[in-house]
């Protein structure tokens, strides 16, 4: 079997359809190269006494902009991902879930045309039982116009998802997953450990129109609006019930494995609105979780909203917005957001 790199991948308009800038190219190498370094540190585990929440100078635990504890690796793959990505020249400015405000490139750098987010871990709360997390991350431009020497603001990152350029995760699990998406089609690599490459190993990934699992947080089910209820409730009604089939349900609480499994498998994901916390909508960042999944998802066949519309439509008002997400097998995800209209 040819082995095909990312390096390679990312030159070879036989994948990509259309020749990536060059300066596309070497960003996302470099987030690549990150990510291996992340990988590293989620490997080594409690052997480099890495497990366990971020103390901050007070000694109590740290956190995010988010009002979350920081785990010791949110700060750690936070910083992997700033400190690579600042002087390769490819960046305006990045955007982290991390921090509150855009991180400007310092000034002894060069300079680029694109903006960088990302959850520099997600899923951190399964770091200390040892379940897969991973980093997501997209690209958008800087809006036309703006000043050369001019340091981007927040509002220059709040762009719909559609105006992504690229999106993309990586899996920590047995095996370290790179999913990319360029806007035509989704490709996964997998990192060869021994020459430290990220090769070719899912090529034109597909998901199933259909499904027979969904992925929900059911603890929360006297949350949820009627809709989604309805629709629960008619998969765990199985084959008796009006859908006419048995459904599994697989909950890994870690949003990168979910999607992942779906992409290979087909399945529907939901982190829907509810009333647990009235001052919020939904529970995931639209920046930097719901945009550049939804962007993957749409690239691979499926379909990805909020349950009223769809999540690359949806205009962000602000860096950490949050919004419900429900995204998967294409035609389960256009039933439950029928149930919403």
């Known amino acids: 079997m040819k082995r095909v790199t990312l390096t390679r991948f990312l030159i070879d308009e036989q994948y990509n359809r259309s020749a990536v800038p060059a300066d596309l190219r070497l960003l996302i190498e470099v987030v690549s190269r990150a990510i291996k370094a992340i990988s590293i540190n989620v490997g080594k585990g409690a052997l480099a006494g890495i497990l366990g929440e971020h103390a901050a100078a007070a000694g109590d635990a740290s956190v995010n902009v988010q009002g979350e504890a920081q785990k010791k690796l949110d700060v750690i793959a936070n910083e992997i991902l700033l400190e690579a990505n600042e002087w390769g020249g490819h960046l305006a400015a990045m955007a982290s879930e991390e921090m509150e405000g855009p991180h400007a490139i310092p000034h002894r750098y060069p300079k680029g045309e694109y903006l960088l987010l990302f959850d520099p871990l997600d899923g951190s709360s399964n770091i200390d039982v040892n379940v897969s997390v991973g980093t997501i991350f997209s690209v958008l431009k800087c809006p036309e116009g703006a000043e050369p020497n001019r340091q981007p603001t927040e509002k220059d990152f709040l762009q719909p998802g559609s105006k992504q350029l690229c999106a ?14 360029l806007g035509s089609g989704v490709h996964a690599f997998t990192l060869d450990r021994e020459l430290g490459s990220f090769v070719l190993t899912h090529e034109n990934i597909r998901i199933p129109e259909d499904t027979k699992e969904f992925a929900i947080n059911m603890s929360n089910m006297r949350f949820w609006e009627p809709p989604v209820k309805r629709y629960v409730e008619e998969m765990l009604a199985g084959k008796t019930g009006p859908l006419g089939k048995d459904y ?32 919020k ?13 939804a962007m993957i998802v749409e690239q691979a ?41």
Do not use: C
Request: aromatic share 8%; net charge positive; glycine share 12%.
């Open 168 to 181: 993309g995760f990586a899996v920590y699990g047995p095996s370290t997953l790179l999913v990319l998406t």
């Open 248 to 279: 599994n349900m697989r909950w890994i609480a870690s949003m990168v494995a979910d999607v992942f499994r779906i992409l290979t498998r087909g399945g529907i994901f939901m982190y829907p609105r509810d009333n647990k916390d009235p001052s």
């Open 281 to 293: 909508p939904g529970r995931l960042r639209l920046m930097y979780e719901a945009n550049p999944m």
């Open 301 to 341: 066949g499926g379909a990805a909203t909020t349950g009223r519309e769809r999540i690359l439509d949806v205009q962000p008002t602000g860096l950490h917005q949050r919004v419900a997400v429900i995204l998967g097998s294409k035609n389960e995800v256009d039933r439950v957001t029928g149930y919403h209209s």
